[in-house]
T-cell receptor, first 114, second 114 residues
Framework: GQSLEQPSEVTAVEGAIVQINCTYQTSGFYGLSWYQQHDGGAPTFLSYNALDGLEETGRFSSFLSRSDSYGYLLLQELQMKDSASYFCAVRFGASGAGSYQLTFGKGTKLSVIP | EAGVVQSPRYKIIEKKQPVAFWCNPISGHNTLYWYRQNLGQGPELLIRYENEEAVDDSQLPKDRFSAERLKGVDSTLKIQPAELGDSAVYLC????????????FGPGTRLTVL
């Protein structure tokens, strides 16, 4: 099966930088995704890493180390609106890219304080 | 472009009653997913459709859950009979195809079983 571990809660100050870690165990790993979900809202896609390294998109960056089965989401210049839950999700498949699934972690609730 | 549409947004029923959720994916998206999200957890896949074919329903509790996507566009998820443990948010998501990384989620249906 698949398992993911991420911290349940993180608190950070507005304007600061925060890193949310994710470790996973899975077979047939293709990549790691990150989703943001505000309370009562729909999950929205943030990033996807298939290869090792850092991907940057504005204030958000995502990192993957396949050899360590580890990734993180980095949020810079935190804003109050970044208060939300953040989910890592592994993309895996038994055979070929045409038959994959996403398994989500339990989420990290980020609280940004003034 | 309209997003993923789901209805109803909220549903309260008594246990043993039937309930149905409807989802209309983004136009042109052939791949459709139904997820269940319990409070404080990440989304869990119930079923995935490629056009009208259910290609992955291994996690759908088939004794009480059923789903259909007759014309390969909109989809219905049904529970009959509902149990207390079915209380959750039911999310629908779609992508243009199985190899696309970003899943677009609808707002979900919050089900409460009394």
């Amino acid at each position: 099966g698949q398992s993911l571990e991420q911290p349940s809660e993180v608190t950070a100050v507005e304007g600061a930088i925060v890193q949310i870690n994710c470790t996973y165990q899975t077979s047939g790993f293709y990549g790691l995704s990150w989703y943001q979900q505000h309370d009562g809202g729909a999950p929205t896609f943030l990033s996807y890493n298939a290869l090792d390294g850092l991907e940057e998109t504005g204030r958000f960056s995502s990192f993957l180390s396949r050899s360590d089965s580890y990734g993180y989401l980095l949020l810079q210049e935190l804003q109050m609106k970044d208060s939300a839950s953040y989910f890592c999700a592994v993309r895996f498949g038994a055979s070929g890219a045409g038959s994959y699934q996403l398994t989500f972690g339990k989420g990290t609730k980020l609280s940004v304080i003034p | 472009e309209a997003g993923v549409v789901q209805s109803p947004r909220y549903k309260i029923i008594e246990k043993k009653q039937p309930v149905a959720f409807w989802c209309n994916p983004i136009s042109g998206h052939n791949t459709l997913y139904w997820y269940r999200q319990n409070l404080g957890q990440g989304p869990e896949l119930l079923i995935r459709y490629e056009n009208e074919e259910a290609v992955d329903d291994s996690q759908l509790p088939k004794d009480r859950f059923s789903a259909e996507r007759l014309k390969g566009v909109d989809s219905t998820l049904k529970i009959q009979p509902a149990e207390l443990g079915d209380s959750a948010v039911y999310l629908c998501a779609s992508t243009a195809g199985p190899t696309y990384n970003e899943q677009f989620f609808g707002p979900g249906t919050r089900l409460t079983v009394l």
